[in-house]
């Protein structure tokens, strides 16, 4: 799977959570990846709501939002996630703007949750800087609190 989402706005994401802490390229890197999955996975699940319900376009509902947020508020650019989205699912689907507003946004939450516990890693490993391992470790630490 190639990497859809550019790094930099995945960086500026990092960054609001690192308190300070510096980011390697590689953390970036890895966290765009783990993103991107993830958001393949939530229009993968979005589209068979659609399907279930007899559309060919996925809503925000599918997603499980009520509202839009402001998209001028997101760091992640929308068609990247565009292209995330239909990473998984069938070319017949439509992904609707407000629907691809919201992934962007529910997105932005996911990754800033994985760079808050990679900052506390990084703190409680001694070092100023957050890598790869510690976006990793985030998620080899999840699979005991599920």
């Given amino acids: ?9 995945v960086d500026d994401v990092i960054r ?11 953390a970036g890197q890895t966290l ?3 993103i991107q999955q993830e958001g393949a996975r939530r229009a993968q699940s979005a589209a ?4 279930r319900d007899g559309r060919k376009t996925l809503m925000i509902s599918d997603f499980g939002a009520e509202q839009v947020p402001d998209k001028a508020e ?15 699912i069938d070319d017949r689907y439509r992904v609707s703007m407000d629907a691809r507003i919201v992934l962007a946004a529910q ?36 699979q005991y609190f599920e």
Avoid at 74 to 88: E, F, G
Avoid at 109 to 135: N, Q, W
């Fill in 1 to 9: 799977m190639s990497v859809e989402l550019p790094v930099a706005p």
């Fill in 16 to 26: 609001r959570r690192a308190d300070g802490l510096r980011v390697s390229a590689e």
């Fill in 32 to 34: 765009a990846r783990r």
């Fill in 48 to 51: 068979e709501v659609a399907d």
């Fill in 74 to 88: 997101l760091d992640l650019p929308i068609a990247p996630v565009d292209r995330v989205a239909r990473l998984d």
């Fill in 107 to 142: 997105l932005e939450v996911y990754a800033e949750d994985i760079a808050a516990v990679a900052a506390y890693l990084a703190r409680h490993a001694g070092r100023r800087t957050i890598k790869s391992e510690d976006v990793k470790g985030y998620f080899e630490l999840k």
